[in-house]
Nanobody, 125 residues
């Protein structure tokens, strides 16, 4: 079971670090993806990290402002978000893939099988 934390209200230009942890299981065995869904919009992939720590980003959305990392000792995957914009406002969720690698079509989320409930990020002045 995955659980996200770290969401908050932040001003434009601010930063946040989201965490994805598991109450059971080892995250190091799975590629982990971060996804977000804003009100009235479809869910979109934000970032993905493989079991070997290779990273992939939806550059159209994150524009070089987000970094995904994992800490296997803490069984946690992080999403570091910088220079946040109002358009980043969404519920952010993490998910474990059925594969160790993110794959070319990870943003479609078809291989992601275990989802957390999400954490709210609001960017507003």
């Amino acid at each position: 079971d995955l659980v996200e934390s770290g969401g908050n209200l932040v001003q434009p230009g601010g930063s946040l670090r989201l965490s994805c942890s598991a109450s059971r299981g080892t995250l190091a065995w799975f590629a982990i993806g971060w996804f977000r869904q804003a009100p009235g919009k479809e869910r979109e992939g934000v970032a993905c990290i493989s079991t070997s720590a290779d990273t992939s980003y939806n550059e159209e959305s994150v524009k070089g402002r987000f970094t995904v990392s994992r800490d296997s000792a803490r069984n946690t995957v992080y999403l570091h978000m910088y220079n946040l914009e109002p358009e980043d406002t969404a519920v952010y969720s993490c998910s474990a893939s059925s594969h160790p690698a993110c794959g070319m079509s990870w943003t479609a989320a078809k291989d992601f099988i275990n989802w957390g409930p999400g954490t709210q990020v609001t960017v507003s002045s």
